[in-house]
Structure formats: C-alpha cells, structure tokens
Nanobody, 125 residues
C-alpha cells in the first residue's frame, strides 16, 4: 500500500490558479502510477488526470485538458495538479490515487489502489 497526503487546496476566485500536491510514501510509492480524481458537491467521484511512475506519460480528461496539467517529481515521490482558469464548476474535493499501473489508476476500484484523504477546492464566482 501507498500512503498519500494531498495539500494545496483552498478558496480561489474564478479565473485563478491553484497547484495541488500529493506526497506518496511506502514501499511501492516510487513505482506506482498516480492520478487525481474529484468529487463535486452532491455528485460522484470523477477522473481528472493520471501520470505513470516515471512521469513521462500523462493523461488529462478531455474536458480539462486545456486548463489542468499533471506532473511528477520523481525524486520526492510527489505528484502535482496545476489548475488554471478555474471555474465555479471546478469546486470539489480533490483526491490523489496511486495504483500499480496507469490503467489501474484510471479504472480500478479494488484494494490495489490507494487513496488520499482529499483536499477541498472552492472556486468563487
């Protein structure tokens, strides 16, 4: 299992930017693919972005591709989500996820995946 700690959430005005961080620790942290999900108020959890263990393979969901960017600092086992031009509909709890493979980050709901506790992002209009 991988332990994940998110940070960087907060309150921002429409059009602003935030960078979320997710620090991973544990025996398999450096070899795990990682990603971000979000859960808007009253809705289900949705996929945002994923990155492979080496950081050279990334995927951001189409609807966010022009505003959100995922990156990884391998030496620190930390993944970042840069969010630009934020909109009120981006308001959500953002969760970090780790799993053995890129596809498992995106699709797995099983015990091989680890989740962080979440960080709140609120975008005011």
């Amino acid at each position: 299992q991988v332990e994940l700690v998110e940070s960087g959430g907060g309150l921002v005005q429409t059009g602003g930017s935030l960078r979320l961080s997710c620090a991973a620790s544990g025996r398999t942290a450096s070899s795990s693919a990682m990603g971000w999900f979000r859960q808007p108020p009253g809705k289900g959890r949705e996929f945002v972005a994923a990155i492979n263990w080496s950081g050279d393979g990334t995927y951001v969901t189409d609807a966010l591709l022009d505003r959100f960017f995922v990156s990884r600092e391998t030496g620190k086992n930390t993944v970042y989500l840069q969010m630009n031009k934020l909109k009120p509909e981006d308001t959500a709890v953002y969760y970090c996820k780790a799993a053995p493979s890129f596809s498992q980050v995106r699709f797995s709901t099983g015990p091989e995946a680890s989740w962080g506790q979440g960080t709140q992002v609120t975008v005011s209009s």
